[in-house]
């Protein structure tokens, strides 16, 4: 029996946020301002410290990937996320992507 846990953490970020704009959102769902931080950034910070979590993968737009590193990769580097390129069309594509990136170590994913 294993003493500890090893989780992945993977966030599936590679959609449009079409729903969330047609609610009238005026910035990406991940910018949104959750008492005082970035939606993104706030679950990340949460998920970074938990002893059990040893690696958290990030799964973009493989389109958009460039850009999502230059305005998030210094700050998601020091809570030490791995950015990776998610699928196009569906999440379980992006979903798929990110679980090639899961160190072998791991013995839970969560989603």
């Given at each position: 029996m294993l003493d500890t846990q090893q989780i992945s953490i993977i966030i599936?970020?590679?959609?449009?946020?079409?729903?969330?704009?047609?609610?009238?959102?005026?910035?990406?769902?991940?910018?949104?301002?959750?008492?005082?931080?970035?939606?993104l950034v706030r679950a990340i910070e949460l998920f970074s410290k938990h002893p059990d979590v040893k690696q958290i993968i990030v799964a973009v737009n493989p389109d958009t990937i460039d850009e999502f590193k230059f305005k998030w990769g210094d700050k998601l580097g020091f809570l030490g996320v791995t950015i990776v390129p998610g699928g196009k069309t569906e999440r379980w594509e992006t979903v798929l992507r990110a679980i090639e990136s899961v160190d072998e170590s791991a013995t839970h994913i969560a989603v």
């Open positions: 599936p970020a590679a959609g449009k946020g079409e729903r969330f704009d047609a609610a009238g959102g005026k910035s990406s769902k991940l910018e949104t301002d959750l008492a005082g931080r970035q939606v």
